[in-house]
């Protein structure tokens, strides 16, 4: 109904719906409950705005076109409408300052829009119309640019009304101080509230699926708001729990749920993220962080209280993490008491476990999962949302006239029904009775209908694909797994080479010992592959049976016509009386059925259309009289144009099915029975054909799809395979290479002529070498300046007694050959087992000079 007058908007009442829950740091101070409330960081959903609409007049005229004829009494209507309009006045256009009161007015205006929606529905004028819904976030654009409904009805205007009583339900829940334990229980009882009539409302925007409706009524937008509204939720019973010291177990839980409440609410903000505000989008994601940091806390505690130590330190430090994260999105006010406990645990738990208990840290991602409680859950939206309401047109619309208008209504859809049905059931006897009989048409519906369905899906050359990819997809398995097999093959023969060259069976894991799960899966795969070749066989010796029909219903109309053997009687050249008159009643069944879809459309179309101006009369009789006997009459009479088409068709199908009957037995008495014959072998054939392609058909779509899926698997097989064979090769090649450097160290080493002395460990000795000389003189000492002779051969080895450390007197050590030494001082002989006198050599560890 168009026509409502819109007045100038309220500018009070939008700056009232830009209001959020700020940080106490950037709210002004009006009072100080309202400052400690706001500390804690809740949102309130801002509230949409609209324009100022006058319904009086066009609900007045509504009405009086209504009840045209039998007008109600006119003081009490224009009470009514009244009363509508200053309903709609006070809920959506005035200010408050008391959001419990604002969402009481919401409430009911929001049951009087249901119920006079519903008392409008079978009318022509079921919509009131010139409703204007402003978007309820800001969107970077100045207020004049906000974002408006293009289609404003009741219906946007009752889920616009919706949307602002879950707004002032949440307004109320942050606007409470927390200072009681009353004033908690009432936020969270709010926000579960609020988070209902959000989720309900999205229920409402999926189901009908209206466009030009703004963004914050998108699904998406308002299951994000209910989430929001289910966290704040269990953030309050968590404020609860922590202002009555509940032990750290109970409180590991509320904190891990509340936790995992914001996170999956931030996620389903990210989803569009362009849309939120900054600040929304910090302040979920913060308290996110800050209650998984919480959580930590507290079990940090319950571990303290079990003398878990080294899980404590893991916590507390990866709640400091969390901490870092919460504070660059978050202002610290919000979990002032919480992050001081975790930073002065944490400062005290390291410096006790330093000096005292010396506990490992463990990994933190090898800990425990935290255990969760759910407390919030969504409160359904009751029906009526105002306890106390009262519908203001019950004595303009009673509701004994609206039940039995939704009466007549029923009954008259029923009956419609009824018709359309009847005319189906009786179309398709007619149908099944033409094709039972031997009609002379060459080709039968039924086989023009296969035909058909075998074309669209590509027929006989597509199926021939098909079954030829079933081919060479089975072949590319095959060859994957035969390379697999192969790989594992040459690994184990490379394996089996290495510890012959080596020389030992302890050099590293066997491949038997590694490549287990490798054969596991070839095995799998080779059985799948055994199955499904049994079942293209199968399928393929399936398609040869029945190739050639379905190469017949893969041809074109004329081409089947062609191949069909035709009816005895069109064998003749000239068309017989018989033959003639059973394609005149063939034509006249074809009539029929065109005159029946004309039917069923207009009963369709009357089954959608409201109540017509024509009906309009009789409903006045049907207002007050609630008798279904009474009602029933006027559905018969509303409906008898309808039904008068539809008993004259199934009249007529009558008369041609008897018509089509008597002529078609003597069609096939005059029957040649070879042809007959012919012609019902190539028809069972056809029909045959057509039942193997779907079935084939639904196979082939499934092999592929399990060729393509295997083939998948067999590459990442692969892959695994190959890079296993690689890194054993490359270990053999390590192995191989270090066996080699370390033979050739030992075919390089000499032996050394004289036992070497016991050696004392910090020091290294390495004992002159002993040069030819003519004669030894002991006592004799070599001089600097001297250059020593050239060295001789390898000598000899002999073995020699064990002697004490030095500082003992040594044996004589005798030269194998006589040999003479120059000496700048004396020279002593030496023979038998005298002792000998070692040279002076500054480097000997026993000379302190």
């Known amino acids: 109904m168009n026509g409502c007058e819109e007045k100038p908007r309220n500018r009070t009442l939008l700056a009232r719906a830009l209001r959020i829950g700020k940080d106490p740091q950037t709210l002004d101070s009006t009072t100080a409950s309202t400052q400690y409330s706001n500390q804690y960081g809740f949102l309130a959903v801002p509230l949409k705005t609209t324009n100022e609409v006058d319904l009086v007049k066009p609900l007045t005229t509504f009405f009086s076109t209504l009840f045209k004829g039998s007008s109600p009494n006119v003081h009490v209507l224009k009470e009514a409408i009244e009363s509508f309009n200053r309903l709609r006045s006070r809920a959506c256009c005035q200010t408050t300052q008391n959001n419990q009161s604002l969402a009481n007015s919401l409430a009911e205006y929001y049951d009087q829009l249901t119920v006079f929606e519903r008392k409008l529905e079978h009318s022509t004028a079921q919509h009131l119309e010139g409703f204007k819904w402003n978007d309820a976030f800001e969107t970077g654009k100045s207020f004049f640019g906000k974002t408006q409904n293009s289609i404003a009805d009741t219906f946007l205007e009752r889920a616009a009304?919706?949307?602002?009583?879950?707004?002032?339900?949440?307004?109320?829940?942050?606007?409470?101080?927390?200072?009681?334990?009353?004033?908690?229980?009432?936020?969270?009882?709010?926000?579960?509230?609020?988070?209902?009539?959000?989720?309900?409302?999205?229920?409402?925007?999926?189901?009908?699926?209206?466009?030009?409706?703004?963004?914050?009524?998108?699904?998406s937008t308002l299951t994000a708001l209910s989430s929001i509204m289910l966290a704040q939720a269990q953030e309050s019973f968590y404020r609860k729990a922590y202002a009555e010291k509940m032990n750290p177990s109970a409180l590991v839980k509320i904190a891990a749920q509340t936790g995992d409440l914001y996170s999956e609410a931030s996620k389903l903000m990210?989803?569009?993220?362009?849309?939120?505000?900054?600040?929304?989008?910090?302040?979920?994601?913060?308290?996110?962080f800050g209650f998984q940091a919480i959580a930590e806390l507290h079990q940090a505690q319950v571990n303290w209280e079990r003398h878990e130590v080294g899980e404590r330190l893991s916590r507390l430090k990866h709640a400091l993490e969390l901490v870092e994260k919460m504070k660059r999105r978050l202002q610290p006010t919000c979990f002032r008491e919480q992050i001081s406990e975790i930073e002065n645990a944490y400062k005290s738990s390291t410096s006790d476990n330093r000096l005292i208990y010396h506990e490992q840290i463990p990994d933190y991602f090898t800990l425990p999962a935290l255990p969760r409680a759910v407390?919030?859950?969504?409160?359904?939206?009751?029906?009526?949302?105002?306890?106390?309401?009262?519908?203001?047109?019950?004595?303009?619309?009673?509701?004994?006239?609206?039940?039995?208008?939704?009466?007549?209504?029923?009954?008259?859809?029923?009956?419609?029904?009824?018709?359309?049905?009847?005319?189906?059931?009786?179309?398709?006897?007619?149908?099944?009775?033409?094709?039972?009989?031997?009609?002379?048409?060459v080709i039968?519906?039924?086989?023009?209908?296969?035909s058909s369905e075998v074309k669209e899906t590509g027929g006989a050359a597509n199926m021939r694909r098909k079954l030829y990819d079933l081919t060479v997809s089975h072949k590319r398995n095959s060859d994957m797994l035969a390379e697999i097999d192969r790989v594992l093959v040459e690994e184990n023969r490379?394996?089996?080479?290495?510890?012959?060259?080596?020389?030992?069976?302890?050099?590293?894991?066997?491949?038997?010992?590694?490549?287990?799960?490798?054969?596991?899966?070839?095995?799998?795969?080779?059985?799948?592959?055994?199955?499904?070749?049994?079942?293209?066989?199968?399928?393929?010796?399936?398609?040869?049976?029945?190739?050639?029909?379905?190469?017949?219903?893969?041809?074109?109309?004329r081409e089947l016509r062609s191949l069909i053997p035709v009816p005895p009687s069109q064998l003749s050249k000239k068309a017989s009386e018989t033959t003639s008159t059973l394609l005149k009643l063939l034509d006249r069944a074809k009539m029929i059925k065109h005159e029946r879809e004309d039917i069923v459309k207009e009963i369709l179309s009357k089954l959608a259309s409201p109540i017509e101006a024509a009906e309009k009369a009789e409903m006045n009789d049907i207002l007050n009289i609630n008798d279904e006997d009474y009602i029933t009459k006027h559905v018969g009479k509303s409906c008898q144009p309808l039904e008068e088409l539809v008993n004259s068709s199934l009249e007529k199908q009558e008369c041609l099915l008897r018509d089509i009957e008597k002529w078609s037995a003597r069609f096939s008495f005059g029957n040649d029975s070879e042809t007959s014959s012919q012609r019902r072998k190539m028809l069972r054939s056809l029909q045959l054909g057509y039942e193997a392609f779907k079935e084939i058909q639904q196979k082939?779509?499934?092999k592929i799809k399990f060729y393509n899926t295997q083939a998948a698997a067999l590459r990442r097989l692969q892959v695994k395979v190959n890079d296993f064979a690689f890194a054993r090769q490359t270990e053999k090649e390590e192995l191989l290479r270090g066996r080699r450097i370390f033979e050739s160290s030992r075919r390089g080493a000499e032996p050394s002529l004289l036992a070497s002395a016991p050696s004392l460990q910090p020091q290294q000795f390495n004992p002159p070498p002993f040069y030819p000389a003519a004669t030894f003189v002991q006592g004799a000492a070599y001089t600097n300046g001297m250059a020593p002779p050239p060295l001789l051969p390898a000598q000899p080895q002999y073995t020699y007694p064990q002697y004490p450390y030095y500082g003992v007197t040594q044996p004589t050590v005798q030269p194998a050959y006589d040999y003479s030494i120059q000496s700048a001082t004396t020279t002593t002989t030496s023979s038998g087992p005298n002792p000998q006198n070692y040279p002076t050599y500054p480097a000997e560890p026993w000379n302190p000079n």
């Open 161 to 219: 009304v919706l949307f602002n009583y879950g707004a002032a339900l949440s307004e109320a829940a942050a606007s409470q101080t927390f200072l009681t334990d009353g004033e908690t229980k009432t936020a969270a009882k709010l926000f579960q509230q609020s988070a209902g009539v959000f989720a309900h409302l999205r229920d409402l925007m999926q189901l009908s699926m209206p466009k030009g409706f703004t963004t914050d009524l998108v699904p």
């Open 375 to 441: 407390l919030a859950k969504l409160t359904p939206v009751e029906k009526p949302l105002c306890p106390t309401f009262k519908d203001v047109f019950a004595a303009v619309v009673p509701e004994t006239t609206m039940a039995a208008m939704k009466k007549f209504e029923q009954m008259k859809a029923e009956q419609l029904q009824k018709l359309k049905n009847r005319l189906s059931e009786q179309t398709e006897l007619m149908d099944c009775i033409v094709a039972s009989l031997n009609a002379p048409d």
């Open 700 to 702: 082939l779509d499934d």
């Open 270 to 288: 990210d989803i569009s993220k362009g849309y939120w505000k900054k600040d929304w989008l910090n302040v979920v994601s913060g308290k996110a």
């Open 444 to 450: 039968p519906e039924k086989v023009k209908r296969s």
């Open 494 to 557: 490379s394996d089996i080479d290495l510890r012959r060259q080596l020389r030992s069976d302890r050099v590293r894991i066997t491949s038997e010992e590694l490549v287990g799960p490798f054969v596991q899966e070839i095995s799998k795969h080779l059985g799948d592959l055994k199955e499904a070749s049994e079942v293209d066989k199968v399928l393929q010796n399936r398609f040869d049976s029945n190739e050639k029909a379905i190469d017949m219903l893969s041809k074109s109309e």
